[in-house]
C-alpha cells in the first residue's frame, strides 16, 4: 500500500481542524518515542546482561529514529523540526505522561517497554494504512523494529513475573504506576473521529484502547502478573497534549533531549 | 591438551598453523590468549561507559543516535571477547561481575572522565584508532581462528567509529572558537594517552610469547609507530598542538618527549618534563585512574537489582 | 532463570548459505532473538536464526567451534 488516487500528498488537502489534529498526534509520538528513547538510554550500562545493555542501546537508537522522521514531518504543517528539537520548554512537550520520570529500576524499565512501548506502537499501527501517503510510508519501518521492541518487552516481563515473588511485586507495582496514564494516552472514546472519517487513521480512542488490552493483556497474564483497572477520568486532559499533567518529563530529561550541555557543539 | 609441546606448536603457528579447539593448544598458548581477550574485552566494555558520558548529552538527536550506536557496538565487541574466554572455560559471570574495578585490564585512557561532545569525538579519533591499531594486526596474524573470525565484524564497526570521530574532529575544529578550543584541550590529554597505550618499548620487553604464539603480529614499538603515523599527520593537518611531529627525512611522526611522563589527574594534563619509568607507569595503570570504579559499577546496577530480587 | 547459549546463524542475501555470526546467552528463545538481532546488527540480513548451542551434535572431531563458515578475510584492518 504505497500509492492510490485518494492519497492526501499534503496537509491542505485538510480540513483546518482535522489537520490540526493529525498534527497533534504527530507530535505527541514524536515527543514520546524521543523521551522513550532518553528512559531506554538510561540502562544501555546497567541492564542486567551484556545482550540486554546492547538490546537497550539499540531500542533507543530506533525511538530516536522514528522521533526524527515523525518531527521531520511536521515541516509540512509548518513546524520548524529544529525549534522542536532545541528550544521547546518540559510544559510545551506532549510526550506520554507513563514517561514523565526516569526508569530507576530494571522492573520499570521492562514495564515501559512491556506497555508503553506496545501502546505508541497499536498508535502507530493505526496508521499504516492513513491517507496521508507521507506519514503512511514511514510507518511501516518503525512497526518492524517495534516487533523487537515488543519481543524485548515481553520476554523479560514474563522473566521477571516468574523470577521471585519479591521480582513479580516489583514488576506489578511498577505496572501499576505507569497503567493509568497509559490507557488515558488514547484519549477520551471518540478522540480521532474526525481523522477516522478522514481516512487519517483507522480507528478512535477507545477502539484504540481496545486493541492496546487485546495486546496487552495476555502478555500481562501470561507473566503472572495483574492487569490493572481503573476507570477513566478526562476532566482535566488537555487534547492537544495527550495527557492531563500539564509539567512534561522531568527538566534533567529535556535538557537532555534539547542537547543543552553540549550545545556549543551543535551543528550537525 | 598437549597434543604439541610449546616449540611445536610455536613452529606450526608461524608457518599458517590456525588453531580451532583447545586440545590444539598448550597451556602457555591458552595462557596468552587469555590474557590477550581479557585485556581486549575490558577495553572495549570500558569504553562503552567512558562514551556514555557525553553521549547522554549528546548535542542534537543525530549525535545521540550516532554516539549510541559506538556504545552499542563496543558492549557487542565487549560480548564478543568474553565469549570467546567462555569458550576457553573463563567464567563471563566472574569477568563481568565479580572482580574488583582494579583488577580490570583496559588502558588508563577508559578510567578517564570525558567532558563534552569534543572530547567524546577526539576518543573516536584517537583511541579507537588505537584500538584499530591492535586489533587490525591481530585479526591479519592471530593463529586463533575463532578470534580471526569474529573480528570480521568488530573491524567494520571500529571504523565506523574511526571516521565518526575524524570526520568531527575536523566538523569541530573548522567551526573555531570554543568548539576548537575543546578539540585542542581533548587532544592534549588524550595524545600523551594514546602514546602510552602501546606499552613498554621493544629494547625493554622481555621474550613476548603473544608474538611467539602468532596471536598478534606487530611487536608494542611496530604498533605505536603505526599509530603515530596516522594520528600526527591528523593533528599537524587540523593544526592541533601535539608534542609530536612528521619527520619527512625519517618518513615517519616522531614523538617529541620523553616516555613515559607524570600525569597529572585531577587537572588531566601531562607534566611533559616529568619523565618517569616503565615500572611507575604500570603502578599509575594498576592503580586506575578517578573512573574506574564508577564505570565498573555502572555496568552493574541491573545485575545487583536482579539478584537481589529474584534471591529474595 | 536458566540461561543457555544460542548460536546464532546468518545470511545477507537470499542466495547466500547461512553463516555462523556469533552467540548469545538467553534464558529462553524469544529472548534470543532480540539478542541476535540487536548484537549482530553489523549487515541488513535476509535471514537469521538462532539455535541452543547443545543442541549440535559434533561429528568428526570431538568440539563445536562454531567456526567454521565465515570467511575470515572479508573485511580488511579490524
Ligand atoms: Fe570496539
Ligand atoms: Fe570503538
Given at each position: 500500500m504505497t500509492e492510490s488516487a485518494a492519497d492526501l500528498r499534503s496537509p491542505d488537502q485538510l480540513a483546518a481542524d482535522t489537520r490540526q489534529e493529525l498534527r497533534d498526534l504527530i507530535l505527541a509520538l514524536a515527543d514520546s518515542k524521543r523521551i522513550l528513547g532518553i528512559r531506554y538510554a538510561d540502562w544501555v550500562l546497567g541492564a542486567p546482561e551484556l545482550e540486554a545493555n546492547i538490546a537497550a542501546s539499540s531500542i533507543s537508537q530506533d525511538e530516536w529514529g522514528h522521533s526524527r522522521i515523525l518531527y521531520a514531518l511536521l515541516k509540512d504543517f509548518g513546524d520548524d523540526p529544529q525549534k522542536l528539537e532545541h528550544?521547546?520548554?518540559?510544559?510545551d512537550y506532549c510526550s506520554i505522561e507513563a514517561l514523565d520520570r526516569p526508569l530507576g529500576t530494571w522492573p520499570e524499565f521492562v514495564v515501559v517497554n512491556a506497555v508503553v512501548d506496545t501502546a505508541l506502537s497499536v498508535q502507530l499501527n493505526a496508521l499504516a494504512a492513513s491517507s496521508y501517503a507521507p506519514l503512511r510510508q514511514r510507518v511501516q519501518k518503525q512497526l518492524e523494529e517495534e516487533r523487537f521492541h515488543a519481543g524485548h518487552g515481553a520476554a523479560w516481563l514474563r522473566r521477571l513475573g516468574t523470577a521471585s515473588d519479591a521480582a513479580r511485586a516489583a514488576t506489578q507495582s511498577a505496572l501499576e504506576e505507569r497503567w493509568p496514564a497509559v490507557i488515558h494516552w488514547f484519549g477520551p472514546d471518540e478522540l480521532g473521529a474526525g481523522m477516522k472519517a478522514a481516512g487519517l487513521i483507522d480507528a478512535t480512542g477507545a477502539e484504540l484502547r481496545n486493541r492496546f488490552f487485546q495486546r496487552a493483556r495476555p502478555t500481562i497474564e501470561t507473566s503472572g502478573l495483574k492487569t490493572p483497572r481503573l476507570d477513566l477520568d478526562f476532566s482535566v486532559w488537555n487534547t492537544s497534549r495527550r495527557r492531563s499533567n500539564p509539567d512534561g518529563p522531568d527538566p534533567e530529561a529535556v535538557a537532555r533531549a534539547r542537547g543543552d550541555r553540549n550545545r556549543a557543539f551543535l551543528m550537525d | 591438551m598437549a597434543r604439541f609441546s610449546d616449540e611445536e606448536l610455536k613452529e606450526k603457528v608461524q608457518n599458517g598453523f590456525i588453531v580451532e579447539s583447545e586440545d590444539e593448544m598448550t597451556e602457555a598458548y591458552k595462557k596468552a590468549l587469555i590474557t590477550q581477550l581479557t585485556v581486549q574485552g575490558d577495553t572495549e566494555l570500558m569504553s562503552a561507559p567512558s562514551y556514555y558520558g557525553p553521549a547522554k548529552d549528546a548535542p542534537s538527536t543525530n549525535t545521540m543516535v550516532s554516539s549510541m550506536a559506538i556504545i552499542q557496538d563496543e558492549l557487542g565487541h565487549a560480548n564478543i571477547a568474553y565469549r570467546l574466554l567462555e569458550d576457553l572455560g573463563v567464567s563471563r559471570e566472574y569477568l563481568l561481575y565479580e572482580r574488583q574495578p582494579h583488577e580490570f585490564k583496559h588502558p588508563y585512557g577508559f578510567d578517564q572522565y570525558l567532558d563534552n561532545w569534543a572530547e567524546l569525538v577526539v576518543a573516536n579519533g584517537l583511541f579507537d584508532r588505537a584500538g584499530i591499531t591492535l586489533l587490525g594486526d591481530v585479526h591479519r596474524n592471530t593463529s586463533y581462528g575463532p578470534l580471526k573470525r569474529a573480528l570480521v565484524k568488530v573491524g567494520l564497526e571500529e571504523n565506523f567509529h574511526l571516521r565518526h570521530g575524524e570526520v568531527w574532529m575536523r566538523r569541530l575544529c573548522e567551526a573555531g572558537g570554543e568548539a576548537r578550543e575543546k578539540v585542542q584541550r581533548g587532544v592534549s590529554w588524550m595524545f600523551p594517552m594514546g602514546v602510552e597505550?602501546?606499552?613498554?618499548?621493544d629494547d625493554k620487553k622481555r621474550h613476548n610469547a603473544q608474538l611467539d604464539f602468532r596471536l598478534k603480529g606487530m611487536t608494542n614499538d611496530q604498533l605505536r609507530q603505526t599509530w603515530l603515523n596516522a594520528v600526527v599527520p591528523l593533528c599537524e593537518e587540523l593544526s592541533l598542538d601535539i608534542p609530536a611531529h612528521w619527520d619527512d627525512a625519517e618518513g615517519r611522526a616522531v614523538v617529541d618527549y620523553e616516555f613515559p611522563v607524570n600525569f597529572d589527574e585531577a587537572e588531566k594534563a601531562w607534566l611533559l618534563d616529568e619523565p618517569i619509568t616503565w615500572e611507575q607507569a604500570f603502578e599509575r595503570w594498576k592503580r586506575r585512574g578517578p573512573a574506574n570504579t564508577e564505570y565498573v559499577e555502572s555496568v552493574r546496577k541491573g545485575r545487583i537489582q536482579m539478584r537481589e530480587i529474584a534471591a529474595a | 532463570m536458566t540461561e543457555r547459549i544460542y548460536v546464532v546463524f546468518a545470511r545477507k542475501n537470499r542466495e547466500d548459505p547461512l553463516h555462523h555470526v556469533g552467540s548469545v546467552h538467553a534464558s529462553d528463545p524469544e529472548l534470543a532473538k532480540v539478542y541476535a538481532w540487536k548484537t549482530y546488527d553489523e549487515e541488513r540480513w535476509f535471514e537469521m536464526v538462532v539455535a541452543p548451542q547443545d543442541s549440535f551434535h559434533p561429528v568428526n572431531r570431538s568440539e563445536i567451534p562454531f567456526s567454521i563458515h565465515r570467511d575470515p578475510g572479508s573485511a580488511e584492518g579490524a
Amino acid at each position: 500500500m504505497t500509492e492510490s488516487a485518494a492519497d492526501l500528498r499534503s496537509p491542505d488537502q485538510l480540513a483546518a481542524d482535522t489537520r490540526q489534529e493529525l498534527r497533534d498526534l504527530i507530535l505527541a509520538l514524536a515527543d514520546s518515542k524521543r523521551i522513550l528513547g532518553i528512559r531506554y538510554a538510561d540502562w544501555v550500562l546497567g541492564a542486567p546482561e551484556l545482550e540486554a545493555n546492547i538490546a537497550a542501546s539499540s531500542i533507543s537508537q530506533d525511538e530516536w529514529g522514528h522521533s526524527r522522521i515523525l518531527y521531520a514531518l511536521l515541516k509540512d504543517f509548518g513546524d520548524d523540526p529544529q525549534k522542536l528539537e532545541h528550544e521547546r520548554q518540559a510544559a510545551d512537550y506532549c510526550s506520554i505522561e507513563a514517561l514523565d520520570r526516569p526508569l530507576g529500576t530494571w522492573p520499570e524499565f521492562v514495564v515501559v517497554n512491556a506497555v508503553v512501548d506496545t501502546a505508541l506502537s497499536v498508535q502507530l499501527n493505526a496508521l499504516a494504512a492513513s491517507s496521508y501517503a507521507p506519514l503512511r510510508q514511514r510507518v511501516q519501518k518503525q512497526l518492524e523494529e517495534e516487533r523487537f521492541h515488543a519481543g524485548h518487552g515481553a520476554a523479560w516481563l514474563r522473566r521477571l513475573g516468574t523470577a521471585s515473588d519479591a521480582a513479580r511485586a516489583a514488576t506489578q507495582s511498577a505496572l501499576e504506576e505507569r497503567w493509568p496514564a497509559v490507557i488515558h494516552w488514547f484519549g477520551p472514546d471518540e478522540l480521532g473521529a474526525g481523522m477516522k472519517a478522514a481516512g487519517l487513521i483507522d480507528a478512535t480512542g477507545a477502539e484504540l484502547r481496545n486493541r492496546f488490552f487485546q495486546r496487552a493483556r495476555p502478555t500481562i497474564e501470561t507473566s503472572g502478573l495483574k492487569t490493572p483497572r481503573l476507570d477513566l477520568d478526562f476532566s482535566v486532559w488537555n487534547t492537544s497534549r495527550r495527557r492531563s499533567n500539564p509539567d512534561g518529563p522531568d527538566p534533567e530529561a529535556v535538557a537532555r533531549a534539547r542537547g543543552d550541555r553540549n550545545r556549543a557543539f551543535l551543528m550537525d | 591438551m598437549a597434543r604439541f609441546s610449546d616449540e611445536e606448536l610455536k613452529e606450526k603457528v608461524q608457518n599458517g598453523f590456525i588453531v580451532e579447539s583447545e586440545d590444539e593448544m598448550t597451556e602457555a598458548y591458552k595462557k596468552a590468549l587469555i590474557t590477550q581477550l581479557t585485556v581486549q574485552g575490558d577495553t572495549e566494555l570500558m569504553s562503552a561507559p567512558s562514551y556514555y558520558g557525553p553521549a547522554k548529552d549528546a548535542p542534537s538527536t543525530n549525535t545521540m543516535v550516532s554516539s549510541m550506536a559506538i556504545i552499542q557496538d563496543e558492549l557487542g565487541h565487549a560480548n564478543i571477547a568474553y565469549r570467546l574466554l567462555e569458550d576457553l572455560g573463563v567464567s563471563r559471570e566472574y569477568l563481568l561481575y565479580e572482580r574488583q574495578p582494579h583488577e580490570f585490564k583496559h588502558p588508563y585512557g577508559f578510567d578517564q572522565y570525558l567532558d563534552n561532545w569534543a572530547e567524546l569525538v577526539v576518543a573516536n579519533g584517537l583511541f579507537d584508532r588505537a584500538g584499530i591499531t591492535l586489533l587490525g594486526d591481530v585479526h591479519r596474524n592471530t593463529s586463533y581462528g575463532p578470534l580471526k573470525r569474529a573480528l570480521v565484524k568488530v573491524g567494520l564497526e571500529e571504523n565506523f567509529h574511526l571516521r565518526h570521530g575524524e570526520v568531527w574532529m575536523r566538523r569541530l575544529c573548522e567551526a573555531g572558537g570554543e568548539a576548537r578550543e575543546k578539540v585542542q584541550r581533548g587532544v592534549s590529554w588524550m595524545f600523551p594517552m594514546g602514546v602510552e597505550w602501546f606499552g613498554m618499548p621493544d629494547d625493554k620487553k622481555r621474550h613476548n610469547a603473544q608474538l611467539d604464539f602468532r596471536l598478534k603480529g606487530m611487536t608494542n614499538d611496530q604498533l605505536r609507530q603505526t599509530w603515530l603515523n596516522a594520528v600526527v599527520p591528523l593533528c599537524e593537518e587540523l593544526s592541533l598542538d601535539i608534542p609530536a611531529h612528521w619527520d619527512d627525512a625519517e618518513g615517519r611522526a616522531v614523538v617529541d618527549y620523553e616516555f613515559p611522563v607524570n600525569f597529572d589527574e585531577a587537572e588531566k594534563a601531562w607534566l611533559l618534563d616529568e619523565p618517569i619509568t616503565w615500572e611507575q607507569a604500570f603502578e599509575r595503570w594498576k592503580r586506575r585512574g578517578p573512573a574506574n570504579t564508577e564505570y565498573v559499577e555502572s555496568v552493574r546496577k541491573g545485575r545487583i537489582q536482579m539478584r537481589e530480587i529474584a534471591a529474595a | 532463570m536458566t540461561e543457555r547459549i544460542y548460536v546464532v546463524f546468518a545470511r545477507k542475501n537470499r542466495e547466500d548459505p547461512l553463516h555462523h555470526v556469533g552467540s548469545v546467552h538467553a534464558s529462553d528463545p524469544e529472548l534470543a532473538k532480540v539478542y541476535a538481532w540487536k548484537t549482530y546488527d553489523e549487515e541488513r540480513w535476509f535471514e537469521m536464526v538462532v539455535a541452543p548451542q547443545d543442541s549440535f551434535h559434533p561429528v568428526n572431531r570431538s568440539e563445536i567451534p562454531f567456526s567454521i563458515h565465515r570467511d575470515p578475510g572479508s573485511a580488511e584492518g579490524a
